[in-house]
Antibody, heavy 118, light 108 residues
Framework: QVQLVQSGAEVKKPGASVKVSCKAS????????ISWVRQAPGQGLEWMGW????????NYAQKLQGRVTMTTDTSTSTAYMELRSLRSDDTAVYYC???????????WGQGTLVTVSS | DIQMTQSPSSLSASVGDRVTITCRAS??????LNWYQQKPGKAPKLLIY???SLQSGVPSRFSGSGSGTDFTLTISSLQPEDFATYYC??????????FGPGTKVDIK
């Protein structure tokens, strides 16, 4: 069965960086893209970006351009999302999700809480 | 960028009620519209994709309709496990997708 297992919660200081991992299993990793979505406390879902696990092509949300980098390691079927220059409003639960053929996401990771606090 | 709006932002309903949630896109997105259910502390769950296709394993009381810019999610008879927040998502401009702001369904 398809599973996406994310790394554990992180606490970071403003200005620091965080790197969240998403380990995939149960399917051919390079056949699907991975999207990253975040959700601030009590707020809605915000798309952050996407990476092709086939060739590493990326597409980032404009508001995060320059601060976010998404990568994959095909040898371990793991996707990574790094966010730099953290601010308090980056405090959120970060999700990875596997994309489907019509752009929807059927499979999601369990979420990783990133707290940015001095 | 394609913007998504939802109405209402919240609603109160009773078990057995018929519930309808509306989603509107800022431009035509054909049928590239998906609906998710999210419960507190959990990841979103796909209910409907391509505007009206029921995701495998999702109860048939959920249905979706619409095309172009206007879409609806209907729950024909609300069950206790359906109290949650519902999000629409456009995937017309995939991989750049956009979520609506959400509709919270709670108990009257």
């Amino acid at each position: 069965q398809v599973q996406l297992v994310q790394s554990g919660a992180e606490v970071k200081k403003p200005g620091a960086s965080v790197k969240v991992s998403c380990k995939a299993s149960g399917y051919t990793f390079t056949s699907y893209g991975i999207s990253w979505v975040r959700q601030a406390p009590g707020q809605g879902l915000e798309w952050m970006g996407w990476i092709s696990a086939y060739n590493g092509n990326t597409n980032y949300a404009q508001k995060l351009q320059g601060r976010v980098t998404m990568t994959t390691d095909t040898s371990t079927s793991t996707a990574y999302m790094e966010l730099r220059s953290l601010r308090s409003d980056d405090t959120a639960v970060y999700y990875c999700a596997r994309d489907g053929s019509l752009g929807m996401s059927v499979y999601w990771g369990q979420g990783t809480l990133v707290t940015v606090s001095s | 960028d394609i913007q998504m709006t939802q109405s209402p932002s919240s609603l109160s309903a009773s078990v057995g009620d018929r519930v309808t949630i509306t989603c509107r896109a800022s431009q035509s997105i054909s049928s590239y519209l998906n609906w998710y259910q999210q419960k507190p502390g959990k990841a979103p769950k796909l209910l409907i994709y391509a505007a009206s296709s029921l995701q495998s394993g999702v109860p048939s009381r959920f249905s979706g309709s619409g095309s172009g810019t206007d879409f609806t999610l209907t729950i024909s008879s609300l069950q206790p496990e359906d109290f949650a927040t519902y999000y629409c998502q456009q995937s017309y401009s995939t991989p750049q997708v956009t979520f609506g702001p959400g509709t919270k369904v709670d108990i009257k």
